[in-house]
């Protein structure tokens, strides 16, 4: 059974799951970020955490990747294929950079490598659960036609004849980056400072773009509203 600590605040504290199956590190990271403003529920391995996810949504999941049975990254692809878009950042002793893009692809959000500071989780989880917020209403963010789908990017829903299309929390915030300022060209750089996710690196923007695309392209090996602009980046240019 899944542990749980809940803190003392008036405010409402964002809730972050920890899945782990060492209990040492369970332990440091619920005390930590209990005392640091969170909620947080822990899980010795995905079974404990499908469970818990039955009765609780958390706004973000820290997931170890070597866990046995199930592992980090197959219960990654598992909640992102049922829909789930919160936060998901991956721990591993494995920090090589294919080993991040491998986590990435799976569908994860971030990526880091053990032995960490608990403080850089702490910064990291916090600028994803920023970037997961809907952006304040302004006059510049109006809907974006893009074929027959449609992008509200206040309210961060992609729409499209038979109803709303899923998008990660990662898939939204870059349609909303592009959507801002449509047909300009925004480079690799550009976006991850955007996305905080300049940490990961800017290899890790291809791989959203890639997964962006499968959303919004009628076929994603021709795309024709993402598109790629040879040395610089990409560029939205909407239309019908």
């Given at each position: 059974?899944s542990?749980?600590?809940?803190?003392?605040?008036a405010?409402?504290?964002?809730?972050?799951?920890?899945?782990?199956?060492?209990p040492r590190?369970?332990r440091?990271?619920?005390?930590?970020?209990?005392e640091?403003?969170?909620?947080?529920?822990?899980?010795?391995?995905?079974t404990?955490?499908?469970?818990t996810?039955?009765?609780?949504q958390?706004?973000?999941?820290v997931l170890?990747v070597?866990?046995?049975?199930?592992?980090?990254?197959e219960?990654?692809?598992a909640?992102r294929e049922?829909?789930?878009?919160?936060?998901?950042?991956?721990l591993t002793?494995?920090?090589?950079?294919?080993d991040?893009?491998?986590?990435?692809?799976?569908?994860a959000?971030d990526?880091?490598?053990?032995p960490f500071e608990?403080?850089e989780l702490?910064l990291?989880?916090k600028?994803?659960?920023?970037?997961?917020?809907?952006p304040?209403?302004t006059d510049?963010?109006?809907?974006?036609r893009?074929?027959?789908?449609?992008?509200?990017?206040?309210?961060?829903?992609?729409?499209?004849?038979?109803g709303?299309?899923?998008?990660?929390?990662?898939e939204?915030a870059?349609l909303?980056?592009?959507?801002r300022k449509p047909?300009e060209?925004?480079?690799?750089?550009?976006?991850a400072?955007?996305?905080?996710?300049?940490e990961?690196?800017e290899?890790a923007v291809d791989?959203?773009?890639?997964?962006?695309?499968r959303?919004?392209?009628?076929?994603?090996?021709?795309?024709?509203?993402?598109h790629?602009?040879?040395g610089?980046?990409?560029v939205?240019?909407?239309?019908?």
């Amino acid at each position: 059974m899944s542990e749980h600590v809940t803190g003392t605040e008036a405010e409402v504290a964002s809730h972050v799951m920890v899945v782990d199956d060492d209990p040492r590190l369970r332990r440091l990271l619920q005390r930590y970020l209990f005392e640091h403003g969170f909620r947080v529920s822990v899980a010795a391995n995905a079974t404990e955490a499908r469970h818990t996810l039955e009765g609780i949504q958390p706004d973000a999941l820290v997931l170890d990747v070597t866990m046995p049975g199930e592992n980090g990254l197959e219960l990654t692809r598992a909640l992102r294929e049922s829909g789930q878009d919160l936060p998901i950042l991956l721990l591993t002793a494995r920090g090589e950079p294919e080993d991040r893009i491998t986590g990435l692809e799976a569908g994860a959000d971030d990526y880091l490598g053990k032995p960490f500071e608990p403080r850089e989780l702490l910064l990291r989880l916090k600028a994803h659960l920023r970037r997961h917020q809907p952006p304040p209403p302004t006059d510049n963010l109006r809907i974006v036609r893009l074929g027959d789908k449609e992008f509200d990017p206040v309210r961060l829903l992609l729409s499209g004849p038979e109803g709303n299309i899923h998008l990660t929390g990662g898939e939204a915030a870059l349609l909303c980056v592009l959507a801002r300022k449509p047909n300009e060209t925004f480079t690799r750089e550009d976006i991850a400072k955007a996305l905080d996710m300049t940490e990961i690196g800017e290899r890790a923007v291809d791989v959203q773009v890639t997964r962006l695309r499968r959303c919004i392209e009628p076929d994603p090996r021709e795309p024709r509203f993402l598109h790629t602009v040879r040395g610089r980046g990409y560029v939205l240019k909407p239309g019908l």
